[in-house]
């Protein structure tokens, strides 16, 4: 179980890392923090280049995940981001993400919160400084899924117009 948490943990928290790195840095072919932030505004978000910066850096969180470091708060970070996306992206193309649906973002929100129930592992910083017994289990898992839940909700809420959205989409 510990080499397929670690392998789970490293594939998945860079491949969100390197999500992360395309919207903050511009690494890997992405848009950078001025472009994401555009993007951002493009479908409503207000403040923009802030919530692109703490998406980026939710994201940026994978490294943690990764590495077993803190693994409920990065995977609170990865959950967040990805049930936003979900939201307000993916939700209405359905679920196959060969048409831009929600398959992949839910995938990588599914793998944070089941990795914060069970724990990061035998081969994680949080094994070696003796805290992943104090931060694991279902209940670190559930509260993960609610409060990523629930902060997505109230971003979506509190910082998008979507009368703006909804009148560009219909021009």
Same mark, same amino acid.
């Given at each position: 179980?510990?080499?397929? +948490? +670690? ?8 491949? &969100? ?20 932030? !555009?993007?951002?505004? /493009? ?11 703490? *998406? ?16 409920? +708060?990065?995977?609170?970070? &990865?959950? &967040? %981001?990805?049930?936003? *996306?979900?939201?307000? %992206? ?7 993400? !060969? ?25 994680? %910083?949080?094994?070696?400084? !003796?805290?992943?017994? /104090? ?5 670190? !898992?559930?509260?993960?899924?609610? %409060?990523?839940?629930?902060?997505? +909700? ?5 910082? $998008?117009?979507?009368? $703006? ?7």
């Amino acid at each position: 179980m510990a080499y397929g +948490l +670690l392998l789970l943990r490293v594939v998945a928290g860079g491949t &969100i890392f390197a999500h992360g790195a395309q919207k903050l840095f511009g690494w890997f072919g992405g848009h950078g923090l001025r472009g994401t932030a !555009g993007f951002f505004e /493009n479908i409503g978000f207000r403040p923009p280049f802030l919530l692109a910066a703490l *998406a980026g850096l939710g994201e940026a969180g994978g490294v943690l995940f990764a590495f077993g470091f803190v693994t409920p +708060l990065a995977a609170l970070g &990865i959950a &967040i %981001v990805m049930f936003n *996306a979900i939201a307000v %992206v993916h939700w209405s193309k359905g679920f196959f993400n !060969g048409n831009g649906g929600l398959e992949f973002p839910l995938l990588l929100a599914t793998v944070a919160v089941a990795v914060a129930a069970t724990g990061p592992g035998r081969f994680s %910083v949080d094994r070696a400084l !003796g805290w992943d017994d /104090n931060l694991s289990g279902v209940w670190w !898992g559930v509260g993960v899924a609610v %409060v990523a839940a629930a902060v997505s +909700l109230l971003t979506v809420a509190t910082t $998008r117009r979507r009368a $703006r959205v909804e009148a560009t989409a219909a021009a």
